[in-house]
């Protein structure tokens, strides 16, 4: 069983930083990937929105277009780790951030394709 685990977050001001990151555990194969993504209050998870995504084996992440150029996903492979560094945060990026897993490399943008998610961490930007 692989579990997920946020941690990060909190309150910044607009133009402001700040960086997440998410502990994988549990058996882990070069196969996996991690995603990002965001949900409003009161969202189901189907609605959660894409905010980025890497595999373990591939060099290059993908990007939902709000955030390119703002926000940068990496990963620690040793440790099991990947983070969400968030620049330039505007309103519009406050939300729940949830961290999520899934075997294989295909439909990195749907929520639905992740079969191992985490408990979700608050960001909030004040404007």
């Known amino acids: 069983q692989v579990q997920m685990v946020e941690s990060g977050g909190g309150l910044a001001q607009t133009g402001g930083s700040l960086r997440l990151s998410c502990a994988a555990s549990?058996?882990?194969?070069?196969?996996?990937?991690v995603g990002w993504f965001r949900q409003d209050w009161g969202e189901e998870r189907e609605g959660r929105e894409f905010?980025?995504?890497?595999?373990?084996?591939?060099?290059?992440?993908i990007y939902a277009d709000p955030v390119k150029g703002r926000f940068i996903i990496s990963k620690d492979k040793v440790k099991k780790m990947v983070y969400l560094q968030m620049n330039d945060l505007k309103p519009k990026d406050t939300g729940l951030y949830y961290c999520?897993?899934?075997?294989?490399?295909?439909?990195?943008?749907?929520?639905?394709?992740?079969?191992?998610w985490g408990q979700g961490i608050q960001v909030t930007v004040s404007s």
């Open positions: 549990g058996q882990i194969f070069d196969t996996f990937a």
């Open positions: 999520a897993g899934k075997g294989g490399s295909g439909g990195l943008a749907y929520p639905i394709a992740y079969s191992y």
């Open positions: 905010v980025a995504a890497i595999t373990w084996s591939a060099p290059t992440p």
